[in-house]
């Protein structure tokens, strides 16, 4: 990147901290510093679903609006003001929580006046979240109801060698009871870490929802770092050696080897195989079937949802030799494979196939096509339809293609 365009960005990013009068209040103190009071009011969403976002870059030339929320436009120009404003206004826009990036001379930066961010590891770009409500409250949203906690644990990765975050989800009232619970272990995709179905998915609402309604089990979700990668903010930064491909042969170790360990010792869940589950998205579907159907004696739910699987990622017939060599073990064992995808999503015929392969060797599995690309608001409506299945009775038998 060129030094020039660098300066752009932080000097238009920097100063868009700052709004002018005309777009918010005075500020009372602190020579004119912005605070979350009187930053630009952007996002702003509209009764009619429209929304206006609003970014400070005095000296930029071009600045465009990109990401989900253009529903798969190209990068739209934004308009600037006398005093340095840049406005657009898109919509109207199904009631939806949308990811959005400002491109400044060529770079994506989040919205400085917007709190709501999507985290990334590094080599990623962040972006910003806008939630566009419908008439009444999603599934995603908080409600008021019992919450669980969400944990923030680290631990010492013998497999990988350096320190990593995990993020615990435990169920309302976990610490006022002595009762046991089932575990699901929940991955993220490629280019998130392991706050994403949290984060960006709301994985802890969309459990709290569904527990106070009794249409889900109250669980113990794990959600843990998919790359190999050292935890952030824990250290002088290390580099784990080797580690170039998306998918990595450490990962399978460090969950079966020291997460579920830990998570066995230090938490009261059982720990037999009918109350473990494992599903993610994306990379982290593929890790899921891979890890899952590899281990039936460990997972007895597997779930991948718009899983990097595959030729292009991992070749079917390869990956799951061992389950596809003996389909009635596996049909014995596993109390729910589950494979689903957007038939707008770029992995839909990857795993339209895959699930063709399986249920031509015999293997007994759900598999489901939806509406939607390769983003949020479908790995939200997966979870949220899934975790009613999860650690309930054996529902029919033969593959359910829908």
């Not at 839909?348 to 015999?362: E, M, P, R």
Request: charged share 20%.
């Amino acid at each position: 990147m060129k030094l020039g365009i660098c300066l752009v960005v932080a000097a238009a990013t920097l100063a868009a901290q700052t709004p002018p009068p005309a777009q918010a209040s005075k500020p009372r103190g602190g020579r004119g510093m912005s605070t979350p009071a009187n930053a630009l009011r952007s996002p702003e969403v509209h009764a009619d679903r429209t929304v206006t976002l609003r970014f400070r870059a005095p000296d930029a030339t071009k600045v465009e609006l990109v990401g989900e929320i253009m529903q798969g436009q190209g990068p739209k120009p934004m308009e600037k003001d006398e005093s340095g404003i840049w406005t657009i206004t898109v919509g109207p826009l199904p009631p939806e929580i949308w990811i959005y990036n400002f491109r400044v001379h060529g770079v994506d930066v989040t919205d400085p006046s917007n709190p709501a961010i999507k985290p990334t590891p590094p080599g990623q770009a962040m972006s910003s979240f806008v939630q566009v409500p419908g008439e009444g409250p999603a599934f995603y949203d908080s409600r008021p109801v019992p919450h669980g906690e969400v944990r923030m644990r680290l631990y010492e990765s013998q497999a990988m060698g350096v320190t990593r975050w995990l993020w615990i989800y435990t169920p309302p009232n976990y610490d006022k009871t002595s009762a046991k619970f089932p575990v699901l272990y929940l991955l993220h995709g490629n280019g998130e870490a392991q706050s994403g179905w949290v984060m960006n998915g709301r994985a802890n609402i969309i459990l709290d929802n569904l527990i106070a309604e009794r249409k889900a089990q109250p669980m113990i979700v794990v959600m843990p770092q998919g790359h190999a990668l050292q935890g952030a903010n824990v250290g002088p930064l290390v580099r784990i050696a080797g580690e170039t491909g998306m998918f990595s042969e450490r990962f399978e170790k460090d969950l079966i080897g020291d997460v579920i360990p830990l998570v066995e010792r230090e938490y009261r869940v059982y720990r037999d195989a009918d109350h473990r589950a494992i599903a993610g998205l994306s990379m982290g579907g593929g890790q899921a079937l891979s890890v899952g159907l590899n281990h039936i004696d460990t997972f007895r739910w597997v779930l991948g949802f718009s899983a990097a699987v595959g030729g292009q990622f991992m070749p079917a017939e390869k990956t799951f030799a061992q389950l596809l060599a003996d389909p009635a073990a596996a049909n014995r064992k596993l109390k729910l494979l589950w494979i689903s995808c957007g038939k707008q999503d770029f992995l839909y015929q990857a795993n339209k196939q895959v699930a063709q392969i399986f249920q031509d060797k015999g293997v007994r599995l759900t598999y489901k096509e939806t509406e939607g690309a390769h983003v949020w608001s479908v790995w939200r409506k997966n979870l949220e339809e899934t975790a009613q299945l999860l650690f309930a009775a054996r529902r029919g038998a033969g593959a359910d293609a829908r």
